[in-house]
């Protein structure tokens, strides 16, 4: 079992900056593939971007790309997704999400809410 709990949501104005957390339960954190998706009301949930377990490797969507970053501190089971130059349309609820190599996303967290002022 993975337990996910987001943190670091809240209300920005447009070009500022927050940084998300997500702490995981269990041991074997290193084994997963962390992401990190987004969701408006009335639309799709998206993906945002990924990192290897290991750290070694990232992938983002074309929308975040320059503007977001992933991590992951194993020794804390969190991962990271620092939030720069913030857009209104960056504006929806946060999820991370853990799966195994060529696995699907299987666990998931409960979201956090990100609001970006104009």
């Known amino acids: 079992q993975v337990q996910l709990v987001e943190s670091g949501g809240g209300l920005v104005q447009a070009g500022g900056s927050l940084r998300l957390s997500c702490a995981a339960s269990g041991r074997t954190f290193s084994r997963y593939s962390m992401g990190w998706f987004r969701q408006a009301p009335g639309k799709a949930r998206e993906f945002v971007a990924e990192i290897s377990g290991s750290g070694d490797s990232t992938w983002y969507s074309d929308s975040v790309k320059g503007r977001f970053t992933i991590s992951r501190a194993n020794t804390e089971s969190t991962v990271y997704l620092q939030m720069n130059s913030l857009k209104p349309e960056d504006t929806a609820v946060y999820y991370c999400?853990?799966?195994?190599?060529?696995?699907?996303?299987?666990?998931w967290g409960q979201g956090t809410q990100v609001t970006v002022s104009s």
């Open positions: 999400a853990a799966r195994m190599v060529r696995a699907g996303y299987d666990y």
